[in-house]
């Protein structure tokens, strides 16, 4: 014992206050004034915003009535081994109340009643050993029946299991994060597909936005590839005295490789992923369908970038066999764009690798990987750039008319599809009464949880009060 006389004190407290009632957390109170002082939740981080407000406000109060429990029977102990045995009842009397009112003074947040419950075993479990030392026999025999009756409850929902249906609706129809946080228990109305949908959708939605923001960091890579070859062969024409404008593509053929190249193949998948029952959308990204779904943005990001140089590529070829321009073997050409895309692909990989393996962060195997990834990625561009030399009419043409290309499409993900996608994003979340709906409401008596949480927490509720009626 660290201060004998402030523990003496507390002593006394205790004693004083188990004489009336003494615990109200006002917790719902405080965190629905908290989150209301909030800007309204638009996308997703808003929403995870909220929930992580809330979690960091309740768990370390909720941790603190935890150790109530523990030190009220460690001082029992304390006093009893001191011959203070009237104290050390007294002291330890004090639990039924308390476990009272701890459960019974929030019935919002469902990790209340688990710790409630918790604290409730920890209190009549150890308890039943302190009372028969203290020789009162008849408070353990109540302590063990209360204690006996809170082990029950776990049966009760044991024998109430849900349909085993339940958990697989709710692993295939609902977001990942719903699957997750929304807790589901026997005796509670789990949620419908219909109320699941809109989580799943604005799940899929998420998911097309990362991938669409994966698509303009390759884009926007490969717009300073080609800016960067374009000026040397500019530089290089200029240092000649000649310069060649015939082979760059007209504005037509510039149209129709973003038309037909990337708006038109992501219209199609666009439309194709809404159709009911073919495009999948009854299933969330953590169901078995999920391959079918990551496989889809990945071919469609594939085509965007691909189809738009090959259209250009394509005019670009037609263009030097009219005019005699020597180019490079079409096969030949895409063994080196091979080469050079995978090393450099490597590279990255690499560099990522010392960067954040933990087992590879020494600053010898660091400064080794980073050495290793750009001698692999000059050996690749240097091997190409031989070739690029003996072409380079073709190739500085073909890099500048996929340049404005590239641009072209980086506006046009950047400023009409991802504010698109981030509307539809904030739609689909307004909609998710299962997930995310009370956060919307201010007037919510649940602060910042679930209906479904709510429903089990008020069962949990009732069910430790109902041990703990009898005397």
Known sequence: MADRRMFDLGVAEVLKTSK???IRTYQPEIMRIKLNALPPPVLMEDYIQRIAVT???LFPQLSRYRDVARRTVGSAKLLHSEGRNAEAEAVLD?????????????KTYLIHQLVALMATKILTKEGVAVYNDLGAHDKAMDADATYKQLMAIKDYLEARKRNPGTDTVLRNNSSALSSILVPIFPGVKPPTIEELKPGRMQEHVIAEEVAVQGLIIVLMLALLGTVFQGTVWSFRLRRAGSASILLLPPTKVVAKSILLGAVLPMLIYWVYSRIPIVGGREFGLSSYMSPRFMTEMLVTAFVALWLPSHIIRGYIRRRCSELDIPMPDARRERTISRRVR?????GIVLV???FFVPTLTSPIVTTAGVLLAVLLVAAAVGHAGRMR???GLYFGTL???????YAFLIILFSVVVQPLQMQSEAIWLRRDTVMFGQLLDRSSKTAGYTRIENEASEMYQR?????LKHD
């Open 352 to 354: 990522a690798a010392v």
């Open 94 to 106: 004090t639990w039924r109340p308390y476990a009272k009112q701890l459960a019974g003074t929030n």
């Open 20 to 22: 009336k009632p003494y």
């Open 342 to 346: 995978g090393a450099v692909i490597a």
């Open 55 to 57: 979690a960091v406000e």
């Open 389 to 391: 030399r003996d072409y």
């Open 463 to 467: 069910m430790i009060l109902n041990a």
């Open 399 to 405: 890099a500048r008319s996929s340049a404005p290309v």
